[in-house]
């Protein structure tokens, strides 16, 4: 079955250290996401990115970075200018319909919680 | 600016009781409308989604949500909830000529037997 792998679930660091968090589809989707969720905030966009090799800046960007070198893949880590970094963090995809509309429907994964300590 | 509101922070029914969570958009053109699903500790589900037409619509798990233009709100029933239903629920909003997909903070529902 198709679908978006995020891995590990669980991951704790030392503060200071940067950790990358993989997410993975073979969905065959042009545009992927990450998002960070925290109690009662509900969902904020980190990074996106349509197409390979290109990515642009969500609405929290900072103290973040990704890549994607594969149309599969869109690792994101998390460095150690980030002040909060404990939370939990989803990946999802979504097929590009139109010219950059969030008119297709978002396909999550599992998500990774991030312990930083 | 573009916002998303869900009013209700937490929702406590009985199962077998009706539900209904509510959701308010505040944005400039026709949005689109979406109403996801997260169990604890996992991704997002999407229940339903609204375009265009029909301001009622049908989605998965026996939910549905009217749009409705007038009152800014897109709002989510179910006649009977089952014990299963209990997860957090989120609304979320775009438009055709935005590339954000704005989420709004999310209602929890528990279930009692």
């Known amino acids: 079955d198709g679908g978006i792998t995020q891995s590990p679930k669980y991951l704790f660091r030392k503060e200071g250290q940067n950790v990358t968090l993989s997410c993975e589809q073979n969905?065959?989707?042009?545009?992927m996401y990450w998002y960070r969720q925290d109690p009662g905030q509900g969902l904020r966009l980190i990074y996106y990115s349509q197409i390979v090799n290109d990515f642009q800046k969500g609405d929290i960007a900072e103290g973040y970075s990704v890549s994607r070198e594969k149309k599969e893949s869109f690792p994101l880590t998390v460095t150690s200018a980030q002040k909060n970094p404990t939370a939990f963090y989803l990946c999802a995809s979504s097929i590009e319909e139109g010219t950059g509309a969030y008119n297709s429907p978002l396909h999550f994964g599992n998500g990774t919680r991030l312990t930083v300590t | 600016a573009q916002s998303v509101t869900q009013p209700d922070i937490h929702i406590t029914v009985s199962e077998g009781a009706s539900l209904e969570l509510r959701c308010n958009y505040s944005y400039g053109a026709t949005p689109y409308l979406f109403w996801y699903v997260q169990s604890p500790g996992q991704g997002l589900q999407l229940l339903l989604k609204y375009f265009s037409g029909d301001t009622l619509v049908q989605g998965i798990k026996g939910f549905e949500a009217e749009f409705k233009r007038s009152q800014s709100s897109f709002n989510l029933r179910k006649p009977s909830v089952h014990w299963s239903d209990a997860a957090e629920y989120f609304c979320a909003v775009s438009s055709y000529n935005t590339d954000k997909l704005i989420f709004g903070t999310g209602t929890r529902l528990q279930v009692f037997p």
């Open positions: 969905l065959n989707h042009d545009a």
